[in-house]
């Protein structure tokens, strides 16, 4: 079975950072493509980053591109995304999850965390 938990949310002033973390467990990580993505309360789910294992590349979204990096590390099974110069708007829950068949640019998710708090005060 598939578990996926993340840590790191917390409550930061905006210019803050926070280093969010993933564990999993019942999947091959080291051929897993892995992804974030955030909702806040109103709005529609939004995607942050993916790193794929099928050309290696990391790709982010706009909106947190330059101030977001998402790294993993196969050994700890874990992936982390390390959010810099954080904003008001970055407010939501953060989620990570597993990609259906590594391809970041197709989007479909196997499976995904419980989430994480991150709040930004103005």
């Known amino acids: 079975q598939v578990q996926l938990v993340e840590s790191g949310g917390g409550l930061v002033q905006a210019g803050g950072s926070l280093r969010l973390s993933c564990a999993a467990s019942g999947v091959l990580f080291s051929i897993t493509s892995m992804a974030w993505y955030r909702q806040a309360p109103g709005n529609e789910r939004e995607g942050v980053s993916c790193?794929?294992?099928?050309?290696?590349?990391?790709i982010y979204h706009d909106y947190v591109k330059g101030r977001f990096t998402t790294a993993r590390d196969n050994v700890k099974h874990t992936v982390y995304q390390q959010m810099n110069s954080l904003k008001p708007e970055d407010t939501a829950v953060y989620y990570c999850?597993?990609?259906?068949?590594?391809?970041?640019?197709?989007?479909?998710?196997?499976?995904w965390g419980q989430g994480t708090q991150v709040t930004v005060s103005s």
């Open positions: 790193i794929s294992v099928n050309d290696g590349s990391t």
């Open positions: 999850a597993t990609v259906r068949g590594g391809d970041c640019e197709r989007g479909d998710f196997g499976s």
